[in-house]
């Protein structure tokens, strides 16, 4: 009977060894896979013109945690950044983002709260905040080239005026001009022109001035007749 109880004594307590060590492993394996603020990170990064603040979560429990972000100012909060987002996280990581158009190195407090089962597991802040990088976000260029002529001094002296633009009227439109340019010169006329007439009748003797002329010259051959006849008679008078 000693015998018995004794050995039965030794296995009670190799039981209780045995419960205690799994007790302790399973309050480790728990403890190792509880979400951590180790497993949160933060990142200021730029969309664009815009600046956003990301927030990744590694947790691989994926237990639910509350994010919220901060602008902090000598150490306190000058103000709330967006509303507070909630994450799930995972091995690979998940990320939120809180649009933010931040400053060059300004500093944010991320906050983060993890609750499972009505259990805190986490309740802190990321480690030593987040400072934003020392260039703020630019928008990307994409507006096309300008087209407006430069008003430089070497421009002035290098390119000539404009030439004039004659805008053809309303009547002369370019069939007519074409027309007209087109057009055959007039054909040679058989009829002698005005000046070619006096020339032709000066050369003949009918010009306008014929008659005038033939006058006088009948009045000088009167004139020469009479003055021949008178001589002739006294010609004979003096010989009688």
Known sequence: MSLSRRTAARSVRML????????????????ALACDISEFSASAACDGAKGVITVTDKDPTGVPAEITVFLENNGADLRQVGAAQTVEGSNKGVTISFAEDWEPGAIYRIHVKAVKNKKVLVDKDIAGNLTTPSAACKADDTSAPSTTPSSSPSDTTTTPPPAETITPSASASPSDSASDSAAPAPSASNAPSAAAQES????????????????????????????????????GSSQR
């Open 200 to 235: 032709n009748l000066a050369e003949t003797g009918a010009s306008s001035n014929t008659g005038l002329i033939v006058g006088i010259a009948a009045v000088l051959v009167a004139v020469g007749g009479g003055a021949v006849f008178f001589g002739m008679r006294r010609r």
């Open 16 to 31: 209780g060894v045995t419960a205690a060590s799994a007790a302790l492993a399973l309050s480790a394996a728990g403890t």
